[in-house]
């Protein structure tokens, strides 16, 4: 037991040395998982101390436990060092002064990639035939929700974390809810109150929910879409779909649908793309399944013809929603969602200026 313990003080010395050189959040992350994780150098000491006789397994235990107390407290050292070290990484970020005069020397810059992939989307949807709405980012509970088919006690509404502003005062909507919208899905409710069919509609914008990891952001941009006409059918739907992904990634693309529940369509999917990441081999980013979620589909249910006063016998039509964002993040090869909101000016700086 004392030679594999001396095993690792000396692996672990190296590997420290290794890492304190440039005591990055990860790099002191990875040193903490490859000793003291679950299955680490350490703890593989530990369930070695079943292999040692019983006599001799006191003072294995307390070699054992000096290198676990050496190597926890040079870790704990290590991360308050990487504290500093993402402090001096943001404050050597450079500056971009915006004070400064434009001349001929100074860089055009480039477009969001954000932007970029609006843009993208909007070109290929009007080659389809859509036409572009806007509309309220801040709306009614009605909107957003009810004449969604999502009623105040339907469960539904525990899928989507909302933000709530205070209510309504005066006018018809006195004391009604209002929120940051959820999704974009509100501007369905308005044009359909405004229009009267055949319809062929998206509607690009941001939308706000509780959630936040590397493939969600609390504030987030969204097209919905819909076609509303007489014979409509889900192969209308699927075509519209495999089309504008293609003609974004290539005809090589694999997409898939699955079956799957929105309250505002029946029957509902949801639409997957093969993982641009890892080329369908699997990765962290889209959890080793190979496929990355896009967004949700289906044929727009009867109860939102009934709120909007359509007639559904008929009429029938489609509506898919998904993130541009996440678009970008699939276009541009993106392992964190995040990094599209951090300001890097350099990591910004690599996009074109044009769409």
């Known amino acids: 037991m004392s030679e594999a313990a001396e095993a690792v003080r000396t692996q672990f010395a190296a590997d420290h040395a290794r890492v304190a050189a440039n005591p990055s959040p990860k790099a002191v992350e990875e040193l903490r998982l490859a000793f003291l994780g679950r299955k680490g150098r350490v703890q593989d000491l530990i369930e070695g101390l079943r292999n040692v006789a019983k006599e001799q397994r006191p003072e294995a235990g307390k070699i054992v436990n000096s290198v676990r107390q050496d190597v926890d407290g040079a870790v704990t050292a290590l991360q308050e060092r990487a504290k500093a070290w993402i402090l001096n ?96 899905s509100n501007i369905q409710i308005h044009a359909m109150l405004a229009e009267k069919p055949p319809l062929r509609v998206i509607a690009p914008g941001r939308v706000f929910r509780c959630d936040s990891d590397i493939t969600h952001t609390p504030m987030f941009h969204q097209i919905e879409g819909f076609v509303v006409d007489k014979g409509v059918t889900f192969a209308n739907l699927k075509a519209t779909i495999d089309t504008f992904l293609k003609a974004i990634y290539g005809r090589e693309l694999k997409t ?77 090869a993106l392992p964190d969602l995040r990094q599209l909101f951090e300001g890097d000016h350099d990591f910004l700086g690599q996009f074109p200026v044009h769409a």
């Open 89 to 184: 990484e943001r404050l050597n970020i450079p500056q971009v002064d915006v004070s400064l005069p434009v001349d001929d020397s100074t860089p055009a810059g480039a477009l969001h990639p954000v932007s970029l992939m609006r843009r993208v989307l909007i070109r290929e949807f009007r080659r389809l035939g859509f036409t572009i709405y806007d509309g309220p980012e801040i709306d009614f509970d009605f909107y957003n929700f009810s004449a969604l088919n999502i009623p105040e006690s339907h469960p539904a509404r525990d899928m989507q974390d909302t933000f709530y502003v205070a209510p309504a005062t005066g006018g018809a909507f006195d004391g009604q809810k209002m929120l940051l919208r959820t999704q974009t």
């Open 256 to 332: 898939r649908f699955r079956p799957s529940f929105f309250p505002f369509v029946e029957p509902g999917a949801e639409f997957d793309v093969q993982c641009t990441i890892c080329s369908g081999a699997g990765c962290r980013v889209c959890k080793n399944t190979g496929w990355l979620e896009v967004g949700g589909c289906g044929m727009i249910h009867p109860k939102v013809f009934e709120a909007v006063g359509y007639d559904s016998e008929e009429y029938s039509g489609f509506a898919f929603g998904f993130g541009i964002d996440r678009m970008a993040m699939l276009k541009y």
